[in-house]
């Protein structure tokens, strides 16, 4: 059982080691700045380094609970300004925004759970 903590952290940290190269993209920032997000050209990329220095936290379970506040930091401004299907008039964007708006809560719920518990057995820690 002491190897489930380390297989939960590595399940739950690739997307956000995986998907934070994206925040590089031109396209990606294109779109943030279409929804509306200021000086997107700026913050996409800083919200990617957030991401990734977050998930490499808990991937290796080194200071995991700071990690685990870099991701609420992430997932808090992202969920509300890339992921609002309340104002999508596309019936398929809408839905593919609903869904993508409940996933980024859970892996917040998530990473409250770190927050507090740690980084559990078979980590760095510190």
């Not at 700026?42 to 290796?60: D, H, K, R, T, W």
């Not at 808090?76 to 869904?99: C, G, K, N, T, V």
């Amino acid at each position: 059982m002491k190897y489930v903590p380390l297989v939960g952290r590595i399940l739950f940290s690739m997307i956000f080691l995986i998907q934070s190269l994206e925040h590089f993209s031109p396209n990606l920032i294109s779109q943030a700045s279409e929804m509306g997000v200021p000086m997107a050209s700026l913050l996409v990329p800083f919200s990617g380094i957030l991401a990734f220095l977050g998930g490499l936290s808990i991937l290796l379970g080194y200071r995991a609970k700071i990690g685990a506040w870099i991701l609420v930091l992430f997932l808090l401004p992202i969920s509300f300004s890339m992921h609002q299907f309340w104002q999508e008039r596309d019936p398929f964007a809408a839905m593919m925004h609903h869904y993508c708006f409940w996933k980024n809560i859970s892996m917040l719920g998530a990473a409250l759970m770190i927050t507090y518990f740690g980084s559990g057995p078979c980590s760095l820690k510190k």
